[in-house]
């Protein structure tokens, strides 16, 4: 059963930094590409990057390049987001999802997505 699973969401202040990890199953992870999404309170999801399977990391959101970064560890079946420089405007539920062809803004291909982990930036 393909799954995905996030973790690491927490109450952070202003700056300070948090590591999400997605957590997959079912699948052979190596092979295919996952995008980490967000949702705002109030406010459509966001596609925020993507990593593909060569470990190429695409950042879609330009409010996010030079603070967040995505890295994968096969071993662990696990990608994980590094989100720095913490702001509360990043407050909201962080997703990722498994495309099984290629990294795209496009919701729509991604096929299978984690329940989400809440992300709270505040004093």
């Known amino acids: 059963q393909v799954q995905l699973v996030e973790s690491g969401g927490d109450l952070v202040q202003p700056g300070g930094s948090l590591r999400l990890s997605c957590a997959a199953s079912?699948?052979?992870?190596?092979?295919?590409?996952i995008g980490w999404f967000r949702q705002a309170p109030g406010k459509e999801r966001e596609v925020l990057s993507c990593?593909?399977?060569?470990?190429?990391?695409?950042y879609y959101l330009d409010s996010v390049k030079g603070r967040f970064s995505v890295s994968r560890d096969n071993a662990k079946r696990t990608v994980y987001l590094q989100m720095n420089s913490l702001r509360p405007e990043d407050t909201g539920i962080y997703y990722c999802?498994?495309?099984?062809?290629?990294?795209?803004?496009?919701?729509?291909?991604?096929?299978?997505w984690g329940q989400g982990t809440q992300v709270t930036v505040s004093s």
């Open positions: 999802a498994l495309n099984r062809g290629y990294c795209t803004r496009d919701e729509s291909r991604y096929d299978k």
């Open positions: 990593i593909t399977e060569t470990d190429r990391t695409v």
């Open positions: 079912g699948f052979a992870l190596d092979r295919y590409f």
